[in-house]
């Protein structure tokens, strides 16, 4: 299986601020990644995928990078809204993996 | 609009049985693969088993293989988990997840989650 390791598992930052989250697979796994946001009591919503494309409706502040074993979510100018649960996910190949979470916590 | 509707979850025993459903509105159900994505209380997502369209393809994760079925009634557009053996660890929130069969897609909607707890 392909391990999915996120971070940081926490980070905490004002609004405003420029956020990077990290995730690397155990394996190449191209540009099969995805990244979800997740609020407290809510299910996942999907806002990145193939690695660097967004969703339609996913505010422009939200990019993805990244190919083969290391892949990053930014968030350029942080909201209000964006506090939130991050989880990146490969789907380049059954099971399907995610990292463990990054929390973004209000500073 | 697309809509995902989980229901089934319950306290149940260990060793216990139990069968979540979902039922969907707003697409062709018989077009898409249907996951079950489980999230134990405060931690990390988990995928547990994928069906195709057709419904001739199935895959679980390991830790449910052998005590899980996953089926779908594409005449009700209605995905289903039959969960048996039940243990602790499988104490969770289950999401139903849709995802286009074919080739590599993310998975782009999610039910709201239904409770599932085991206790004795």
């Known amino acids: 299986d392909i391990q999915m390791t996120q971070s940081p598992s926490t980070l905490s930052a004002s609004v405003g601020d420029r956020v990077t989250i990290t995730c690397r697979a155990s394996?190449?796994?191209?540009?099969?990644l995805a990244w979800y946001q997740q609020k407290p009591g809510k299910d996942p919503k999907l806002l990145i995928y193939e690695a660097s494309s967004s969703r339609s409706g996913v505010p422009s502040r939200f990019s993805g990078s990244g190919s083969g074993t290391e892949f990053t979510l930014t968030i350029s100018s942080l909201q209000p809204a964006d506090y939130a649960t991050y989880h990146c996910q490969q789907y380049g190949s059954y099971p399907y993996t995610f990292g463990q979470g990054t929390k973004l916590e209000i500073k | 609009e697309v809509q995902l509707v989980e229901s089934g979850g319950a306290l149940v025993q260990p060793g216990g049985s139990l069968r979540l459903s979902c039922t969907t509105y707003?697409?062709?159900?018989?077009?898409?693969?249907m996951n079950w994505v489980r999230q134990a209380p405060g931690k990390g997502l988990e995928w547990v088993s994928v069906?195709?369209?057709?419904?001739?393809?199935?895959y679980y994760a390991d830790s449910v293989k052998g005590r899980f079925t996953i089926s779908r009634e594409n005449s009700k557009s209605t995905l289903f988990l039959q969960m048996n053996s039940l243990r602790d660890e499988d104490t969770a929130t289950y999401f139903c997840?849709?995802?286009?069969?074919?080739?590599?897609?993310?998975?782009?909607?999610w039910g709201q989650g239904t409770l599932v707890t085991v206790s004795s």
């Open positions: 707003g697409f062709t159900f018989s077009s898409y693969g």
């Open positions: 069906i195709s369209g057709s419904g001739d393809v199935i």
């Open positions: 394996q190449n796994i191209n540009k099969w």
């Open positions: 997840v849709r995802k286009e069969w074919v080739g590599n897609a993310p998975f782009d909607y």
